[in-house]
């Protein structure tokens, strides 16, 4: 039954949107946030040639030499007339036009944020765009970096047990792009997306998503559980919502995504991860020492500070390097955290409380609607109104968990219920039986 705000479009108003849409998909193109602020393999040759005892060789001249490949102050100019030209063609308060508007100032304050390389400047816009590990979730609730504290605890409780020994990585980088392909082109087949996994040796993460690409790092070694993990995480989620939101009618920004975007997608995909029982304390703790890595930095620790903390934790120097340098990427080895890791977290508990809610309320058709792109929280009650517009298609791929929510919302019917018990109480009682 549609909504008393529901209205039937006019193919003008269609057009107009499908318009502004797709000059701000055209706007952000150039727009590549990692490329832009990522170090070279000879910073960290050099780091290592030093004994890994100085700070990486990385100040605001570096970030000078990398090119953006666009004009800055040209391309937030573009951004802040298409805001003004929506605004003008849409109305003030239309709701699409309200999202493009957000989506284009969003962009804007990412130019910036790579204007300042190398300054204080990155890492104050980082925070504003991906949030601080201090920040509150929810009035009174823990922050982030309490979490990252409260997880080390029961990593650490874990690891005491000895329970999970080290799997072996057995698969090359050839052999995963065999294995993932093919179960990647099975969970696509009914959509016809035509979507590929790739060797790539040009890439720090071991796998990563394009807009119809998995690329595999071709020196990284992998094992049947990090490949089962990948085809969630960047398949299921990161490629999924990409191929919905390009096959958008009207809406076609939906296949983009801004730093807001981020944080509901990659809060996604651990939430994925997890009902889909692919993830591990190992992923668990990687995705922890990001937290703590992040809030370290923003609390004023080195580079060689960050280093140390995840050899420490028992991590390879090549590794551990890899780790701290996406801390403090964009930024210098002194400078200040780039946040964005801190997205998984933080996106996995805004989605989740966002599913309980939405099960206990009754409202299980927008759960769906998390995959009908690069969307966020904040714009899925206006994307259930378009989609009764007939503006926003419903998402042609959904992971099988979201396909059927039987489970799903029996689970949440559950967990609704157990949020509400002191753990410390049920500890209390269990002491004589645990």
């Known amino acids: 039954m549609p909504t008393p705000e ?3 479009p006019t193919p003008d108003y269609r057009q107009t949107v499908r318009e502004l849409s797709d000059r701000l998909v055209t706007a952000q193109r150039p727009i590549r946030v990692l490329d832009a602020i990522k ?4 910073v960290e040759e050099a780091f290592f040639a030093a004994g890994a005892r100085e700070q990486p060789r990385v100040d605001r001249e570096y970030y000078a030499r990398q090119p953006l490949g666009f004009d800055p102050a040209a391309k937030r100019q573009e951004l802040e007339e298409l805001e003004r030209e929506v605004a003008h063609r849409l109305g003030q308060y239309n709701p699409v036009g ?3 508007r957000r989506i284009c100032r969003e962009y804007a304050s990412v130019v910036r944020m790579l204007e300042g390389r190398g300054t204080p400047e990155f890492c104050r816009l980082s925070q504003e765009l991906y949030g601080s590990s201090t920040d509150a979730l929810h009035a009174g609730d823990p922050n982030l970096a309490d979490l990252g504290v409260m997880m080390a605890e029961a990593l650490a409780n874990i690891d005491r047990g000895h329970y999970f020994a080290a799997e072996e990585k057995n698969l090359t980088g050839e052999e995963a792009v065999a294995v993932l392909g ?3 082109a099975e969970a696509f087949a009914d959509v016809d997306a035509g979507v590929r996994v790739v060797l790539s040796d040009g890439i720090v993460a071991d796998a990563a998503a394009g807009a119809d690409t998995i690329k595999v790092r ?3 070694r992998f094992n049947d559980r990090d490949l089962r993990l990948l085809e969630v995480h960047e398949g299921w989620v990161h490629l999924g919502t ?3 939101g390009a096959s958008q009618p009207y809406c076609t920004f939906l296949s983009k995504g801004p730093p807001s975007a981020t944080v509901t997608q990659e809060g996604l995909a651990i939430f994925l991860e997890i009902i889909t029982f692919t993830s591990h304390p190992g992923r668990v703790r990687r995705v922890t020492n990001r937290i703590r890595a992040v809030h370290m930095a923003e609390e004023g620790a080195s580079f060689l500070d960050v280093y ?3 050899r420490g934790q028992g991590f390879s120097e090549r590794v551990s390097f890899a780790d701290a340098s996406r801390v403090f990427r ?3 080895p002194t400078g200040g955290a780039f946040t964005k890791d801190l997205s998984y977290s933080k996106g996995f508990l805004l989605i989740y409380n966002y599913i309980r809610l939405a099960v206990r309320q009754g409202k299980l058709d927008r759960i769906p609607l998390l995959f009908c792109g690069k969307t966020t929280l904040e714009d899925l009650r206006v994307l259930a109104q378009l989609v009764e517009e007939g503006l926003v298609t419903k998402p042609a791929f959904l992971p099988p968990q979201l396909r059927d929510l039987n489970a799903l919302a029996a689970w949440m019917c559950y967990s609704n219920f157990l949020n509400r018990l002191s753990l410390d109480r049920v500890a209390a009682d269990y002491a004589g039986i645990l």
């Open 6 to 8: 529901c209205i039937t």
């Open 39 to 42: 170090w070279s393999a000879a």
């Open 98 to 100: 309200q999202i493009m």
């Open 182 to 184: 093919r179960r990647v």
């Open 218 to 220: 071709k020196e990284a």
């Open 242 to 244: 990409t191929l919905n």
């Open 308 to 310: 140390g903390f995840f």
């Open 330 to 332: 964009g930024s210098t």
